[in-house]
């Protein structure tokens, strides 16, 4: 008891210590002591608390996906509790950067050892009495040889993208790697639209008794790379290796527009043109679905409207996704145009992806959009096919798990 009382007695000397100001200063009245007491005393006992930054709520969801060496993880006053969780371990950890790696050298290689095409001549003009494009078809050179015999039979399909409902092709040429067609072909269209259009060649090996063999494929993006056709212009060019025909699928015409301040992503929807016909009207029933991706794992989708009996759609819809600055090289967008159907599933007409981990047009587009925050950058993009099967998509799903990522998606349906 004796003790307490000197703790007590020492600790009243020391409140009242901090409580005068100095020996020369008048002494504080007793009530304002006693509130002064009080106020200190309940700070003694109260243990100092650590708080967190405060973070967007509109982002906590986006956070919850991510995998945990990107989250930010909470301020605390024991150093060592930070140190190891800003220090994860990567054993037994997937490197997904390895396989991309290795998986370009494979297709670099790939396409180092596949044999040459050959080279085909033909040559463009514009008919200005008739409004027709003449598209002559001269010869082939070093074709490769798809018979036993070591030649092949070749002719030459042509169509005017993206119309393929009107198509030419040349005659067979038996038994030569070297043929000479010399056969021309008219397109009428007017000459304003020839600046849309691309020129496609097919070269196929004939076969009697079973399935035609396709050489290879020449696809002319711009009809005036070499003239303004008012002449006929002769060009050469080299066979690509294929082996089915490219089939377009159309363009669609988005704009990015992204608010560090905010953490807001804005992809507006514009319009779609030239879409593969999904039906048997000719037409589609076309939307668009927009998937955010973290590490190829799909986070939140999105869609807009449906358009009826269209393959040239506008839509002018805005679709937004709120994510963090910090997270934006993690990120990326698919998308999706697909035709609606009442009955069955809905097919995938074609798809776009961008991001830091696209290719092309669409990585560039992503970097301009970061280049340029708080303005909307719109392009136009070609559709590609979806090659993504229901297997790849548990493979990839059951790896990222293994990872503890984001929470596994559902499967797509199979069509």
């Given amino acids: 008891m004796a003790t307490d009382k000197l703790k007590e007695q020492s600790g009243m000397g020391f409140l009242e210590a901090a409580v005068k100001i100095s020996h020369t200063s008048p002494d504080i009245p007793a009530e304002v002591q006693l509130s002064m ?4 005393m309940r700070h003694t006992r109260i243990q100092r608390q650590s708080t967190e930054p405060a973070s967007s709520t509109r982002h906590s969801s986006f956070k919850r996906h991510l995998p945990r060496q990107m989250q930010v993880s909470s301020l605390d006053d024991d150093t060592d509790l930070l140190y190891v969780n800003e220090q994860p371990t990567s054993i037994g950890r997937i490197k997904p950067e390895l396989y ?58 042509i169509y005017l993208l ?14 030569t790697l070297n043929p000479t067609f010399d056969e021309a072909f008219h397109f009428p269209l007017p000459y304003e639209e020839l600046a849309s259009r691309k020129l496609h060649l097919s070269v196929f090996d004939f076969d009697r008794f079973s399935r035609h063999d396709m050489i290879g494929e020449v696809i002319l993006e711009n009809l005036f790379e070499a003239s303004d056709l008012s002449r006929e212009t002769s060009l050469w060019k080299d066979i690509q290796y294929a082996t089915t025909e490219s089939v377009d699928l159309g363009e ?21 043109r030239n879409l593969k016909a999904m039906d048997i009207t000719g037409y589609s029933d076309p939307y668009v679905k927009v998937s955010l991706l973290c590490d190829g794992r799909r986070l939140k989708k999105k869609k807009t409207t449906i358009k009826k009996n269209t393959l040239n759609p506008t839509y002018n819809e805005a679709i937004i996704f709120d994510i963090p600055p910090e997270n934006m090289d993690q990120v990326s967008l698919l998308i999706s145009v697909m035709d609606y159907d009442r009955v069955g599933h809905n097919e995938i007409i074609g798809v776009n992806r961008v991001g ?8 560039d587009h992503w970097n301009e959009m970061l280049a340029y925050p708080r303005k909307p950058i719109a392009h136009w993009h070609s559709l590609v096919e979806s090659k993504k099967s229901v297997k790849e998509w548990q493979g990839r799903t059951a790896s990222f798990d293994s990872q503890c990522s984001c929470p596994s998606p559902k499967p797509p349906a199979t069509p």
Wanted: aromatic residues 6%.
């Fill in 252 to 272: 669609i015409m988005f704009s990015l527009c992204y608010l560090p301040t905010a953490g807001r992503l804005t992809l507006t929807v514009i319009k779609c």
């Fill in 100 to 157: 991309k790696q290795k998986s370009v050298e494979a297709e670099e290689s790939t396409k180092a050892n596949l044999k040459p095409c050959g080279t085909i001549n033909f040559s463009l003009q514009y008919d200005y009495e008739i409004e027709a494009l003449v598209v002559r078809i001269l010869k082939a050179l070093d074709l490769p040889a798809k018979d036993l015999c070591g030649s092949s039979d070749p002719y030459v399909k």
């Fill in 37 to 40: 007491k009080g106020h200190i």
């Fill in 162 to 175: 993206p119309d393929r409902k009107c198509k030419f092709q040349t005659r067979v040429h038996r038994k």
């Fill in 356 to 363: 830091i981990t696209a290719e092309g047009l669409g990585r």
